[in-house]
C-alpha cells in the first residue's frame, strides 16, 4: 500500500503559477498517477491531469497548454506545474495513484484518467484571485 503527501498549493493572482508535488512512500515507478480537483465538497471531483507509467499524459481541455504533470520516479514524486492560473482553477487538488498493470481502463477518454485509482492524497488546497 502506498501512501501520498501532497504540497505546493497557495494563494496566488490570477496569472501566476504554482507547482504542486506529490510524494509517494514507497517506488511509484510501475503506478498509473493524476492529479484530481474539486472545488467544494458538494462539487463533483474533476479529473485533470493524468501520467502512466511509460510517460504518456492525458490532460482535460480547460488546463491543456497551461498546466504539465510530470513525474521523477528516483524521488517517488509526481509534479504539476501550473501556470497562467485562473480563478476557475481554485480547488482542492488531489494526487490519485494506482499499479499500472491490471487497472488500465481498456478506452481513456480524452482529458480523462486512464486507470482506477485506489491510492489517494489528503489534498492541497489552491486558491486563485482575480
Known amino acids: 500500500q502506498v501512501q501520498l503527501v501532497e504540497s505546493g498549493g497557495g494563494s496566488v493572482q490570477a496569472g501566476g503559477s504554482l507547482r504542486l508535488s506529490c510524494v509517494a512512500s514507497?517506488?511509484?515507478?510501475?503506478?498509473?498517477l493524476g492529479w484530481f480537483r474539486q472545488a467544494r465538497l458538494s462539487h463533483k471531483r474533476e479529473a485533470v491531469a493524468?501520467?502512466?507509467?511509460?510517460?504518456?499524459?492525458n490532460y482535460t481541455d480547460s488546463v491543456k497548454g497551461r498546466f504539465t504533470i510530470s513525474r521523477d520516479n528516483a524521488k517517488n514524486t509526481l509534479y504539476l506545474q501550473m501556470n497562467n492560473l485562473k480563478p476557475e482553477d481554485k480547488a482542492m487538488y488531489s494526487c490519485?495513484?494506482?499499479?499500472?498493470?491490471?487497472?488500465?481502463?481498456?478506452?481513456?477518454?480524452?482529458?480523462?484518467?486512464?486507470?482506477?485509482?485506489?491510492?489517494w492524497g489528503q489534498g492541497t488546497q489552491v486558491t486563485v484571485s482575480s
Open positions: 493524468f501520467i502512466d507509467s511509460d510517460g504518456t499524459t
Open positions: 514507497g517506488s511509484v515507478s510501475n503506478y498509473c
Open positions: 490519485a495513484a494506482e499499479i499500472s498493470f491490471g487497472s488500465k481502463f481498456d478506452t481513456v477518454v480524452p482529458g480523462g484518467p486512464m486507470c482506477g485509482y485506489n491510492y
